[in-house]
């Protein structure tokens, strides 16, 4: 059943699990432990459309990268996937294999652990059960970047495909507009012992479960964490430890452009790292995609690159050479984007200002910071495909100064993929939740979402967190009495 | 050519365009264009002129040949 918290307040005097924010993540675990015949409530702050009211709530200050974590979640139910793109990628086994560089530890869980959940995470993102990630271009010369394979959702919006099961389950509440505004944890008992909830009038009411799951997103899960009094008072969440610290998001960089040699195909490619690659340059993982420009499908290459080819060839002197090829200034045939990934960093992180928001929840600061790390993982990557690319006689790239020059000056755009905010580890001194999802030091608060990454990979997030999603099902299911 | 000759004709080559990418040429090079380098971290076969990452074989000098 759905029900509009502005309107309606009645919960049930207790719950099995408490599950906070109706997105990809929400919607999974509540209808799943529903299914299962616990009784659940969702606590969605928006409503079942886009208000800008409500999306006010995730406005937020930017003391670094400019992150546009506004822009870039939807606060309604359905969540992000409102306006996600659909495209799938899954994490390697390298990626839980292998720690972040940086000193921090990675993955304490093995791929494994995951993958057995790929099959039904891909039926929920309605991908093809029998076709497996698919690459759309061929190899690239050499080993250390492979054809990138991915499927393409359609996209799957969660609460338009789940709508008749969020209203219909049996043991479900749905409630909208049921902003979470506090947590309340018993320190004696190591147990959250209610959420505090409010309309959009300010008028507050606690939910009572045994188990409660945030799942509102990298910057909210760390928000509703750090703004808890009685979590800080109670000792789980430290000023100095990990709650809100390794924000990190997929690098989006223009690399530069491209010139195709006559007779190549134009279609988009997409390279991605091997692990060859990480180990030999001891980088992050990234992919490189070649897009050409509509203007070049549309009217053909220009006669300017077609005498670049000729002009390269010929056997004209050293210096003329090199004025020439220094000044062709031409666009290209396409664009080189990117899908990098960045490695956790405590100082990309988000913290609470004083300042409240409309309902009296401390707002998020975002401080979204790029490591030198991350620059050479961008650098080395843009040069090593540019010369890939040349190997394999597709053509030529011309990067940007800022890629092959010096400079630690870059522009580095976010692929809103919010990622790492209350991070998985073995112990509590390098992150928020245990390999259970659950918070350090409490009985019965979990989290589920993208916050939780160890690494990120360079894979788009939704399935995985879906992947994580129905694992964290598992376990619940499994260790919770009635 | 002996297959010994070319290796040391080749090697003459790289040697000249790393000379080149480092000092020398390149630095009139780089007073007109501002733009040669030799790709960071790269092996010698790549150059940048530009931005553009290029085979440096497109750049012997003829009297190399």
């Known amino acids: ?482 | 050519m002996n297959t010994q000759g070319k290796a040391v004709k080749l090697a003459g080559r790289r040697r000249f365009l790393k000379a080149c990418g480092l000092a020398g040429i390149g630095a009139i090079v780089c007073s007109v264009t501002g733009a040669f380098r030799k790709v960071p971290g790269a092996e010698a076969d790549f150059i940048v002129i530009s931005g553009w990452v290029l085979p440096s074989r497109h750049f012997a000098h003829p009297a190399d040949d």
């Not at chain 1, 309604?76 to 996600?84: A, D, E, R």
């Not at chain 1, 944890?185 to 409660?212: E, H, M, P, Q």
């Not at chain 1, 009094?229 to 610290?245: D, E, T, Y």
């Not at chain 1, 090593?384 to 092959?404: M, T």
Request: hydrophobic content about 35%; charged content about 25%; overall charge neutral.
């Open chain 1, 1 to 482: 059943m759905i029900k509009n918290y502005q309107s309606d307040k009645h919960f049930r005097a207790l719950y099995d699990f408490c599950v906070i924010g109706g997105g990809p993540a929400g919607i999974t675990l509540a209808l799943r432990l529903a299914g299962h015949g616990w009784r659940v409530v969702l606590a969605e702050g928006g409503g079942l459309e886009y208000t800008e009211r409500s999306q006010a709530l995730y406005r937020a200050k930017s003391t670094g990268r400019d992150a546009y974590v506004e822009a870039s979640r939807q606060r309604y139910l359905g969540g992000t996937s409102n306006h996600w793109a659909g495209r799938c990628r899954p994490f390697d086994p390298s990626d839980f294999a292998d720690p972040p560089r940086g000193g921090l530890p990675g993955w304490p869980i093995h791929f494994i652990e995951i993958d057995r959940y790929l099959p039904e995470a891909k039926r929920i993102l309605d991908l093809p059960q029998d076709s497996d990630f698919k690459a759309v271009n061929t190899a690239i010369q050499g080993e250390d970047f492979i054809a990138d394979r991915f499927l393409l959702s359609p996209p799957t919006r969660f609460a338009e495909k789940y709508a008749k099961e969020l209203r219909e389950t049996e043991g479900l509440d749905v409630f909208i507009n049921c902003n979470c505004v506090d947590l309340e944890f018993d320190s004696r008992t190591k147990r959250l012992s209610a959420a505090v909830v409010s309309d959009y009038d300010r008028r507050r009411g606690k939910i009572i479960a045994s188990n409660y799951i945030l799942a509102m997103g990298a910057v909210e899960n760390a928000r509703q964490l750090l703004n808890s009094n009685s979590l800080a008072s109670g000792g789980v969440i430290h000023k100095n430890g990990f709650a809100g610290c390794c924000f990190m998001e997929h690098l989006n960089v223009d690399l530069g452009s491209f010139i195709l040699k006559e007779g190549s195909d134009s279609s988009t490619r997409q390279y991605y790292t091997s692990d060859t690659f990480i180990r030999k340059h001891r980088t992050g993982k990234g992919n490189a995609t070649f897009s050409i420009v509509e203007q070049v499908k549309s009217y053909g290459r220009t006669a300017a690159i077609k005498d670049f080819f000729k002009n390269l060839a010929c056997n004209t002197g050293f210096a003329d050479k090199v004025k020439f090829v220094a000044r062709f200034d031409c666009p290209g045939d396409g664009d080189i984007g990117t899908l990098i990934e960045q490695f956790p960093n405590r100082a990309s992180r988000i913290s609470l200002l004083n300042e409240t928001d409309e309902l009296g929840v401390r707002k998020a600061n975002v401080h979204w910071e790029i490591s030198p790390e991350d620059i050479r993982t961008i650098k080395t990557i843009g040069i090593e495909v540019a010369k890939r690319f040349a190997d394999s006689g597709l053509g030529y790239v011309k990067l940007n100064e800022s890629i092959y020059g010096d400079s630690s000056t870059l522009a580095v755009h976010p692929h809103a993929h919010h990622m790492g905010t209350t991070r998985m580890t073995a112990t509590p001194t390098h992150g928020v939740v245990d390999e259970n999802c659950k918070v350090f030091n409490t009985d019965n608060l979990y989290v589920a979402g993208s916050s939780i990454f160890s690494r990120g990979g360079a894979c788009n997030p939704t399935m995985p967190i879906l992947q994580l999603a129905l694992r964290l099902v598992d376990y619940l299911h499994r260790h919770t009495s009635k």
